[in-house]
C-alpha cells in the first residue's frame, strides 16, 4: 500500500497535500479529517435496460435490482459479483421493484404493482415460488428487513396517511410505527436494528432525513446536505449513512455523518446518482447511474472510522 494511503493525522496543510497526492496514487478522497476514505467508482454492471433500485446479499456476492429489459416494465434481476451471471427471478406482466434479500440470502422480498394494488412479496431463490407478505388490500411499499430477520418494515398509505409499519413475519402482525398526517417514506433499519432511518416532508415543504428509535419510538431529524434529500442506507458501524439529495441540482449521494452535522458530496457527475446500498462487510457502496449514458451500477471501496 503506499505511504500515501496510510491514515495519519498531520496539520491542515500536510492534510491537504496527502490527500491529494493519496487521490492520485489511490484513486481515492479523503473526507473530513480522514473520517471517510473513498475510492473512485467501478462499472461492474450496465446495459440491461433501465434499473431501478438495488440491494446487497449478506454475503456481499450478489446484487438485486429491478430491470425493464424484458418488459419494458421491470422484473427482479440477481446479479451474481464473482460469476458475472445474472437471473431474472420474477417474470409477470406487473412491476417489481425494491428488492430486499433475506439474511440468508436465498429468499428476496420486493414490491409488485399489480392492478389496483401495491404489496410486498417474497420470493425464492431455489424453485421461484412467490409468498404474499402484506395484505393487497392495503398499498405497503418500501420493504426493509430487520437485521435480526425478524421483522419487516415499509410505508403503507392507508385513509389518506402514509405512515411507517413494521411487521412480525412470524406471526404476520402489524404495528404502525407513525400516525401523522405526512409522508413518511423508504425505511431502513440501522444496522443494530435498534432505529428506523427514513424520509419525510414532517419538517416543511421539502423532504428531509429522520430516526425513530425503537424502544421510545422517538423521532428525531438528522442533519443533512438539504434540497430534497432521500433514498437513505443503513448506517456503517453507527458512523455514517449515505443518501441522495438533489441540492446541488443534480441528484447525487452524499455521506452524512451521524451525529456530528456534517455531510459530504461524494458523486458528482452529471448523470442521476441513486438507489445506494451498503455492503458492511466488503466496506463497499453500491449504486445506479447514469453518468455514462445508460443505467449502470457502480461499486466505491470505502473506510469509515469516528
Known amino acids: 500500500m503506499p505511504q500515501a494511503c496510510r491514515r495519519f493525522k498531520p496539520n491542515r496543510f500536510a492534510l491537504l497535500l496527502a ?23 467501478v462499472r461492474v454492471f450496465g446495459d440491461y ?17 429491478s430491470s425493464d429489459y ?37 429468499e428476496i422480498f420486493y414490491f409488485i404493482n399489480e392492478v389496483g394494488s401495491g404489496s ?15 395484505d393487497r388490500r392495503v398499498w405497503c411499499e418500501f420493504p426493509s428487513l430487520s437485521p435480526d430477520g425478524k421483522t419487516l418494515i415499509y410505508y403503507s398509505k392507508r385513509e389518506n396517511k402514509y405512515n411507517l409499519y413494521e411487521m412480525s413475519l412470524s406471526t404476520g402482525k402489524e404495528a404502525r410505527l407513525t400516525a401523522e398526517q405526512n409522508f413518511d417514506f423508504g425505511p431502513v433499519y440501522s444496522s443494530n436494528g435498534q432505529s428506523v432511518f427514513f424520509y419525510s416532508n414532517r419538517a416543511g415543504s421539502s423532504f428531509s432525513l429522520f430516526q425513530f428509535d425503537r424502544s421510545s419510538q422517538k423521532i428525531s431529524p438528522i442533519f443533512g446536505p438539504g434540497g430534497f434529500t432521500f433514498q437513505p ?44 446500498v451498503v455492503d458492511a462487510r466488503g466496506k463497499r457502496l453500491y449504486y445506479i447511474s447514469q453518468r455514462e449514458g445508460d443505467y449502470a451500477i457502480y461499486e466505491r471501496k470505502f473506510s469509515a472510522a469516528p
Open 19 to 41: 490527500s491529494l497526492v493519496a487521490a492520485l496514487l489511490c484513486g481515492s478522497w479523503f473526507i473530513n479529517a480522514a473520517s471517510l476514505t473513498i475510492a473512485e467508482p
Open 49 to 65: 435496460g433501465k434499473l431501478q433500485t438495488l440491494a446487497v446479499s449478506p454475503d456481499g456476492k450478489q446484487l438485486a435490482f
Open 70 to 106: 424484458r418488459d419494458q416494465k421491470g422484473d427482479i434481476v440477481v446479479y451474481n459479483l464473482e460469476t458475472k451471471d445474472k437471473n431474472t427471478v420474477t417474470k409477470t406482466q406487473y412491476l417489481e421493484t425494491q428488492p430486499v434479500f433475506s439474511r440468508d440470502g436465498k
Open 120 to 134: 410486498i412479496k417474497k420470493v425464492s431463490l431455489a424453485d421461484g415460488a412467490v409468498t404474499q407478505i402484506t
Open 233 to 276: 442506507t443503513a448506517d456503517f458501524q453507527g458512523l455514517l449513512l449515505f443518501a441522495v439529495s438533489n441540492v446541488s441540482g443534480n441528484n447525487d449521494i452524499y455521506a452524512v455523518s451521524l451525529g456530528k452535522n456534517r455531510v459530504d458530496q461524494i458523486t458528482h457527475s452529471p448523470g442521476n446518482d441513486l438507489f445506494p
